[in-house]
């Protein structure tokens, strides 16, 4: 019987995984996980996704052979090791599901290539988003640059069923494979952040509760960091532990059952979807974004060189507690709240001056969740350069978002333990005395509103230019 290859790679799951599917419809199936080479320090990766993907291998490989799979491990170049792969299996076809990245992409394109060289059939599947950015267009065809007409396309379009997992995949034996890796593999550390369970199950029991906890509440509680009122998905959609079509299905069958008070927050949710299809589309049609401002006029905008100060916005010493709260949870956990996410990016580029370009890389180096689309776009979005961002002169200030989003401290005294014994209304304006909340803790190391003019200045002169 032929076999053919199904090349994992963002996808760690065998249900509803649209090009483990078609493969398996083939017949005998050769999964193949290929690990990159590089060590070190990497400055878009770090320990802790790196320790999740092998996790998310490891119970991918107990999946697989619950149908009769098995995983074959290799490292090094793709298209080297897939090239080697054909050639020792005498596999017919390769199947894979495309990826968001130009990085990836770039690869796919050698692939097809290889295929074609080889007289192998290649199959690329579109898998990670709902939908695929060429679907949801204006009505003039281009793509959109802004996310509330993009949404409103989005959702009206049906959506993709989940498909099912294969019943048998009968890898063929004797395929020679490298051990499951460790974090060691690429010279790094096991993380001492608790990064949530790696597994395609651990993600399913995380939707079931985002259905029946989170989104009816959804509306009212995810923009308060002290609240655990998000799904806590990013990392499973991240790595494919779920497909986004089975997220959608199982929230849609929730909102079937949910009261009328709690559809609208349901909504809220899906929409929150859409932002992620959106920033891959974003991608997608507009590359450049990933080494320059989304919006031209923003092109070459002066930033300061990164001093101390950006070493302490890494740390989470700046004296600005919700700033370094957030900043003190992603080197704990690997995650930040979405609302400390903009609070610390705004913080780091129009506080700052700092390049949005150097946050989006530290990010990317901590957040288990970290999606090059995503984080992209939130920072392009923080820094007031993205599409759809906030314009440059909606500034956000950290003492009064406090008020708002953590008017209790109780998030701040979580990550901070030396504010414990403060009282929360001192975490929203600077400390008038002139002295530290706390021995230990810092005072501010700016004046908010001094360089909140500066970055008007700057932008407004730019915009002369
Ligand atoms: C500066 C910055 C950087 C970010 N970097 C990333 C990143 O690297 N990876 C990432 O997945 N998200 C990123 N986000 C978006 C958002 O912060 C996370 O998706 C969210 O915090 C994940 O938590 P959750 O799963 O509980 O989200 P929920 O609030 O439960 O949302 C459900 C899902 O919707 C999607 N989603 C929600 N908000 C957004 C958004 N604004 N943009 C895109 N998708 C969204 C995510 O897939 C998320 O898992 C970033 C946002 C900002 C402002």
């Known amino acids: 019987m032929p076999s053919v290859i199904h090349w994992f790679r963002r996808d760690l799951r065998i249900a509803d995984n ?49 149908l009769s799979g098995r995983l074959i491990i290799r490292e090094g170049d793709a298209l080297t090791e897939l090239r080697k792969l054909l050639s020792e299996t005498g596999a017919t076809a390769i199947h894979f599901n495309r990826d968001p990245d130009p990085f990836g992409k770039a690869v796919e394109k050698e692939l097809t290539d290889l295929c074609t060289e080889l007289g192998v059939a290649c199959h690329g599947h579109d898998d990670v988003a709902m939908h695929n950015p060429s679907e949801v267009l204006t009505q003039t065809g281009n793509p959109y640059k802004v996310y509330t007409p993009y949404s409103r396309n989005w959702l009206s379009l049906e959506k993709p069923a989940p498909l099912p997992k ?64 998000t799904s806590r998905l990013s990392q499973d959609l991240r790595y494919g532990l779920i497909s986004i079509r089975t997220l959608y299905a199982k929230v849609i069958a929730g909102q079937i059952n949910a009261s009328s008070a709690a559809r609208p927050s349901i909504d809220i949710y899906i929409k929150e979807l859409a932002w992620r299809d959106f920033y891959f589309a974003i991608l997608h049609h507009f590359p450049h974004v990933l080494n320059h401002e989304f919006n031209e006029d923003w092109k070459g905008l002066p930033w300061d060189e990164p001093g101390e100060n950006f070493e302490k916005w890494k740390r989470g010493e700046t004296g600005f507690p919700i700033v370094d709260a957030g900043m003190r949870q992603l080197l704990k956990t690997g995650f930040m709240h979405n609302r400390v996410r903009m609070i610390t990016a705004m913080f780091l580029t129009k506080d700052l001056h700092i390049d949005w370009k150097l946050g989006e890389s530290h990010f990317m180096q901590h957040l288990t969740d970290g999606e090059i689309a995503s984080n992209n776009g939130g920072w392009q979005w923080s820094a007031g350069t993205g599409a759809d961002a906030a314009p440059y002169f909606r500034i956000q200030n950290p003492w009064t978002q406090t008020a708002r989003y953590d008017p209790d401290g109780i998030y701040i005294k979580r990550w901070i333990p030396e504010l414990a014994n403060i009282h929360p209304k001192r975490f929203q304006a600077p400390p008038e005395d002139g002295r530290p909340l706390a021995p230990g803790y810092p005072l501010p190391c700016l004046d908010h509103k001094t360089e909140r003019d500066r970055t008007l200045a700057i932008f407004k002169k730019h915009r002369g230019a």
């Not at 649209?18 to 493969?23: C, D, I, P």
């Not at 999964?31 to 060590?39: A, D, E, F, G, R």
């Open 166 to 229: 294969p019943k048998s995949l009968n890898t063929p034996p004797g395929i020679p494979s490298l051990p499951l890796p460790t974090t060691a593999h690429w010279g790094l550390k096991t993380p001492s952040a608790e990064l949530p369970e790696p597994s395609e199950r651990a993600a399913r029991s995380r939707i079931a509760r985002a259905v029946s906890e989170i989104t009816a509440k959804y509306s009212a509680r995810r923009d308060l960091p002290a609240e655990d009122g």
């Open 18 to 66: 649209t090009a483990l599917y078609h493969a398996a419809a083939g017949g005998s199936v050769i999964p193949v996980y290929i690990l990159s080479s590089w060590k070190g320090q990497h400055y878009w990766t770090g320990a802790n996704r790196q320790h999740f993907l092998c996790g998310c291998l490891e119970s991918l490989a107990k999946n697989l052979e619950t």
